[in-house]
């Protein structure tokens, strides 16, 4: 593989307008002379057909494999770049955009020749980061091996049917293999929907004569591992408990929501106060009911307001059942004034042919239930009034449990608890991502209907007979920045896990146990807070690694004059913003130096104390606003980072304030540019931090101890907000006790690193008083420090003319 | 394969595959534009681009973005009647989109202050050249936003023109934008930070609502 970097600058002029404001003749000798660029050109348009046919020609006779262009936004230009030069061995990783126009060029008033300065700092941190990138080869998902269907609900079916007519393998665990049962649980899922029942049957019976499928049943799901293409199902089988397993090459899961009883406050017994799928029980076991039949659909009094349509439409095709069958029965409709009827024209026209009632109440009083009575408050006149009735239908409470929370909960598919499993995936874009390996199908999704139950379990099993096809062909390209672990480095401590938002994090069996030590790179979508939180750096994030980072940072700061600060802005929100100020030609300081990632949650902290060793003075961090950030928790996760510098900065005497993290919207390019301004003005308020040996040694020993202290490093990943929290905590209930314990740790940690460092440069045995002159610190602090580190045996202390000395 | 022709008296050597509009841009010739951009496919949309070819003893005018370069022709990027039909193009664009200060400048450098066509909406910036729906196609991979109904009730829309989920709010189609429109017309599409998240958000911002 292309190891050794081979890179080429290519400097856009952009027609007239990065040419006119920027001497880029500057910028070509600077790198002409540079011994790390093997090629540096400008051309007027690099990024058009005629550009492309002079980087092609420029990568082909100097056989390049990085490419710098310093033009225009990344994230515009980049795809087309990929596109056009992946034949050339250049993909994503390879290929870094420098926005000069958005950043350099429109921004200030600075002459051609002190932009052209800034362009080469920018170009050189892209320099320094394509020369630490170890790129991957371009490798293929293997998918082979059946399709499992998890769970039973009548989505599966749909999915079954699907695969069996596309001629897939495929396996559906059930707790039942009867026919008969199935349509029976269509009832009890999906009440109303009785029309549907023979269409039902006869695609349950297709499903279970398929040659294809295999039914197994009664079994359930107890436990998972593997990665997309190659998954162990653990199956239980339910009389006798044996285990079973089996190979599955992709899963669906297939899942109902289940409905319950609203509870006795509304006189709910089973017998005349029903809900829906009682009903429904009732109709296929007696028939339809005769007498007054009166259908409440309280969803907004239990709190499901959302599902009241719902609701409404299966009492309504209950009771044009009812009627259909037993006309001397009548049905009414009660429903809360804010609902509105979810009737189509042509289905009034039916409801007008039943004599169906639909009647509406004041929501603001809520109905009470008697013995056969219902009493409501007329909306028109505010009168209240009776109805009477011999069978009252409420509606039922929609939640998730029992077995498909289960099977949820080990598929990893659950977020928050007790909500539905709405998909919920980093929003990232598409290209980023895998694909979602689990096509997640069924009403405990999100309350629906069987129609669109039955539509969302054929939309998945065609996606996945598409992701088998195209694995096949070998065209399923798997994403190139993903996660993948060390296992040399890692020890299983599974915060990574916990932190993971896109359960690309599986658990790998060994002989000491299950250990968090494989990622899935279908699901994986590269986010790299998981990989920032690592105490161990066990996990690195392919082609966009740490290390690359930490070069860019520390290329860029060193290039920086004391009164120039380093901006690092995320894709989502700082750098487009930065962009867009650029495109709208908003003006502001120009001493800010602006470098992309793509999610701040991926900035270790030691990359940012990293910036201060190399040369800054300033460092801010540009997110998205925080319940915007595309990666869930990236943000909140890069605070507890950013604070954790703060910290230390503050035990070396430095201001806490030369680092700041901000929160900037692309569509409010003007805030971004207070942003900076103003942090700017505060650094310039403190002024540079001055280069003498102490200040050197002090942020050396926060760089070393953030990079390479693990204790501190667990301490500050365990308190990083977990994906199913609310809110921030700590792991303490009180946050000013979490808050005096960390800085205490630190304050420990840190003097004890830098006694260390102090005895290891001395090499011969130092007393207190040494320690103290040389470290400047309090005298009781380094004796106690002394003392521990000598009875945990990390140092000896012996004496020396009646003094205790101490050395290695 | 090399291609030879004329740009303006100017020989200029082109491959295949070259536009008449990169190619004259390498050349470092202008030719005003607004709907063009590099990261995505020419459509053609703007008719500001308008070049007159000659070929032989006839000439005829053509969207330089869209027109293939060709052996032996002869283009001129600012005869009397290319700047003739642009300042047609500005005219109907200032009907359209009179707000667009971007498109108001570059249209009085063709002498274009004011338009004879009616003013439907003196606010609007759009000129539904679909540069921001092929960005959100092309470059994102997604299709948040397209271009809806036809004719002159064409305009850019999110599904149902409500906000969508699929959108990422990447803001590509912001900064592609030519006339700026897309900049208020982007919270439209991607609607408020605790709705574009997950459903369940919205579920929950749903039940504050209600309660």
Same mark, same amino acid.
């Given at each position: 593989?292309?190891? /050794? ?52 020609? @420029? ?20 795809? /087309? ?46 320099? @320094? ?23 039973? *609900? ?136 005769? *007498?007054?039949? +009166? ?16 609701? @409404? ?39 007008? !042919? ?16 008697? &013995? ?46 007790? !909500? ?35 539509? %969302? ?37 599974? %915060?990574?896990? $916990? ?48 290390? %690359? ?77 925080? $319940? ?15 604070? +954790?510098? /703060? ?49 050197? &040694? /002090? ?27 609310? &809110? ?8 000013? $006790? ?45 004796? &106690? ?6 009875? $945990? ?16 | ?67 293939? =370069? ?76 397209? =271009?809806?109904?036809?004719? =002159? ?14 959108? =990422? ?43």
């Amino acid at each position: 593989m292309n190891y /050794k970097a081979n890179i080429g600058v290519f400097l856009c002029q952009c027609g007239n307008k990065i040419k006119s404001s920027i001497d880029l003749e500057i910028v070509k000798e600077s790198f002409e002379k540079d011994s790390r660029i093997s090629h540096c050109e400008i051309l007027p348009y690099p990024c058009q057909t005629p550009g492309m046919d002079m980087i092609t020609g @420029a990568l082909a006779e100097k056989k390049l494999n990085r490419l710098i262009v310093a033009g225009c936004e990344s994230r515009l230009m980049l795809k /087309k770049f990929e596109n056009a030069f992946a034949a050339l061995e250049l993909r994503r990783g390879q290929i870094d955009i420098v926005n000069l126009r958005g950043h350099v060029a429109t921004v200030s008033d600075l002459t051609p020749a002190d932009k052209a300065a800034k362009s080469i700092k920018l170009i050189n941190g892209a320099i @320094a980061e394509m020369q630490t990138l170890v790129p991957t080869g371009q490798s293929y998902a293997q998918i082979d091996g059946p399709i499992a269907i998890l769970g039973c *609900g009548m989505a599966g079916i749909s999915a079954a049917r699907e695969l069996s007519r596309k001629k897939m393998n495929f396996f559906l665990v059930l707790d039942t293999a009867k026919p008969d049962r199935m349509v029976q649980k269509l009832h009890h899922y999906y009440p109303g929907e009785r029309s549907y029942e023979r269409r039902f049957r006869d695609m349950v019976r297709e499903v279970f004569d398929s040659e294809y499928g295999t039914i197994l049943s009664p079994f359930r799901l107890v436990g998972i591992s593997g990665v997309t293409g190659d998954y162990t199902l653990t199956l239980q089988s339910e009389p006798d408990e044996t285990i079973v397993k089996y190979k599955a090459g992709a899963i669906i899961a297939s899942l109902d929501a289940e409905m319950g009883s609203p509870g006795p406050q509304y006189g709910h017994d089973g017998l005349s106060v029903m809900i829906q799928p009682e009903m429904e029980n009732l109709i296929s076991g007696q028939g339809a009911p005769e *007498g007054q039949i +009166v259908f409440w659909v309280n969803d907004y009094e239990t709190g499901q307001s959302e599902f009241a349509q719902l609701s @409404a439409k299966s009492a309504w095709k209950m009771a044009c059942h009812i009627r259909e069958c037993s006309p001397v029965s009548q049905a009414i409709i009660l429903y809360h004034e804010q609902m509105q009827v979810p009737l189509t024209a042509a289905e009034r026209a039916i409801n007008r !042919k039943h004599g169906i009632l639909w009647v509406a109440y004041d929501g603001n009083l809520r109905p009470t239930i008697q &013995d056969g009575l219902v009493t409501f408050c007329n909306l028109t006149d505010h009168v209240e009034r009776d109805l009477p009735w011999d069978y009252m239908v409420l509606s039922p409470v929609r939640h998730l449990n029992g077995k498909a929370l289960d099977t949820a909960k080990i598929l990893g598919l659950v977020h928050q608890e007790q !909500k539905f499993l709405t998909g919920h995936h980093a929003r990232v874009r598409p290209e980023m991502v895998g694909r979602e390996e689990t096509y997640l199908a069924g009403s405990a999704r999100y309350p629906c209907d069987l129609l669109e139950a039955l539509s %969302q379990g054929q939309r998945a099993g065609s996606k996945t007979t598409e992701m088998l096809r195209k694995s096949a062909n070998g065209e399923l390209m798997l994403p190139r920045i993903v996660c993948v672990v060390d296992p040399d480095k890692c020890i299983g401590c599974g %915060q990574c896990q $916990e932190l993971c938002d896109c359960g690309g994090i599986g658990v790998e069996e060994g002989p000491g146990g299950g250990l968090p030590r494989v990622v899935d790179p279908m699901v994986c979508t590269g986010g790299g807070t998981c990989a920032a939180a690592c105490p161990y750096h066990a996990l690195v994030l392919q082609n966009n690694s740490n290390d %690359q980072r930490e070069a860019r940072v520390a290329a860029l700061a060193g290039q920086l004059t004391p009164d120039e600060t380093l901006a690092i802005g995320c894709v989502w929100g700082g750098l487009p913003a930065a962009d867009n100020a650029g495109k709208m030609g908003l003006k502001y300081d120009p001493r800010v130096h602006i470098m992309g990632v793509n999610c701040i949650g991926q900035i270790d902290p030691c990359v940012m104390a990293r910036a201060f060793v190399e040369g800054a003075s300033g460092l801010i961090l540009v997110g998205c606003n925080p $319940e915007a950030c595309h990666h869930s928790y990236g943000l909140d996760h890069a605070w507890s980072r950013v604070n +954790v510098v /703060k910290r230390l900065l503050t035990l070396c005497g430095f201001s806490r304030d030369r680092i700041a993290l901000a929160h900037s919207d692309l569509n409010h390019p003007e805030e971004f540019v207070r942003t900076v301004e103003s942090f700017n003005r505060s650094v310039a308020m403190i002024g540079p931090i001055e280069r003498s040996k102490e200040n050197v &040694d /002090k942020l050396n020993a926060i760089y070393n101890v953030i990079k390479f202290n693990t204790r501190i490093r667990h301490l500050l990943s365990a308190n990083l907000r977990r994906p199913k929290e609310k &809110d921030y905590r700590g792991d303490q209930q009180h946050a000013l $006790e979490y808050d005096r314990d960390f800085t205490a740790v630190i304050k420990e940690e840190f003097l004890q690193h830098r006694l260390l460092t102090v005895l290891e440069n001395e090499k011969r045995p130092l007393n207190l008083q040494d320690l103290v002159a040389s470290l400047n610190e309090n005298e009781i602090r380094i004796a &106690d420090c002394l003392w521990s580190l000598v009875s $945990e045996g990390t140092i000896s202390m012996s004496h020396e003319n009646r003094q205790a000395v101490y050395h290695f | 394969m090399k291609i030879t022709f004329k740009i303006n008296d100017k020989t200029v050597e082109a491959r295949t595959g070259w536009t008449v509009l990169e190619t004259a841009q390498h050349y470092g010739i202008d030719i005003p534009t607004l709907c063009h951009h590099e990261s995505v496919t020419p459509s053609g949309a703007c008719r500001l681009c308008m070049v007159e070819l000659k070929e032989g003893n006839w000439s005829k005018l053509v969207a330089s973005c869209i027109y293939p =370069v060709k052996e032996g022709i002869t283009i001129y990027t600012e005869t009397e009647r290319v700047s003739n039909v642009r300042r047609w193009v500005f005219e109907m664009l200032l009907s359209t989109c009179p707000a667009s200060a971007k498109i108001r400048q570059m249209a009085a450098n063709y002498g274009v202050a004011s338009t004879r066509f009616p003013i439907s909406n003196p606010d609007n910036k759009c000129m539904v050249c679909g540069l921001c729906s092929r960005v959100c196609e092309e470059v994102v991979g997604l299709s948040a936003i397209s =271009v809806v109904d036809r004719g =002159v009730h064409k305009k850019i829309g999110a599904p149902f023109l409500r906000p969508t989920d699929v959108c =990422v709010a990447c803001g590509c189609c912001v900064s592609v934008c030519p006339t700026g429109a897309m900049q208020s017309f982007f919270d439209q599409v991607r609607g408020e930070p605790s709705m574009r998240l997950t459903q369940l958000t919205r579920q929950s911002a749903q039940e504050v609502k209600t309660s």
